[in-house]
């Protein structure tokens, strides 16, 4: 039960903090309102018998700060997680993020998602070498961001 709540921290990772920053060099081409958006993550498939429920959450979005992440899962500095992996074509955008786990494995999140205005769709996957997932994640714009966000 451990592992399995260290691979939804990891899982959720995806949805982690490495994104919070801004990156040079984003083209500013995305279809992307900025602003406030309500992200939801459903189960398409898993090699793990129990369904994860489905999970919303709302984020600000830019263009700086494109990739929906779950800041509540990872500390904002959390070592074990990084992007191997960031690409914009267009309005599309995928990313590959490695998260260590304590027992020397390795947790692969690999995602990609098309922005389309005040919407955006796509898919993610989570690999461990006990499990995988594959979700579906859509989003939308809900609204300007709360002050200070």
């Not at 040079?24 to 090699?47: A, F, H, Q, R």
């Not at 998602?113 to 989003?139: A, C, P």
């Amino acid at each position: 039960m451990k592992k399995l709540c260290l691979f939804m921290l990891c899982f959720l990772g995806l949805l982690g903090t490495a994104c919070s920053k801004k990156e040079p060099g984003v083209s500013p081409g995305i279809d992307l309102k900025e602003g406030k958006w309500e992200i939801s993550i459903e189960m398409e498939s898993s090699s793990y018998p129990i369904n994860l429920p489905k999970q919303v959450y709302t984020q600000c979005l830019t263009k700086e700060n494109f990739i929906p992440i779950q800041e509540q899962s990872l500390g904002a500095s959390n070592p074990n997680c990084a992007y191997k992996q960031k690409e914009i074509k267009g309005n599309s955008v995928s990313w590959v993020m490695e998260c260590k786990e304590d027992d020397g494995g390795k947790v692969i999140n690999e995602g990609s998602l098309v922005y389309k205005g005040e919407q955006f769709e796509g898919r993610l996957v989570v690999k461990s070498k006990e499990v995988e997932f594959v979700q579906k994640i859509q989003g939308k714009w809900i609204g300007k961001c709360d002050p200070g966000r």
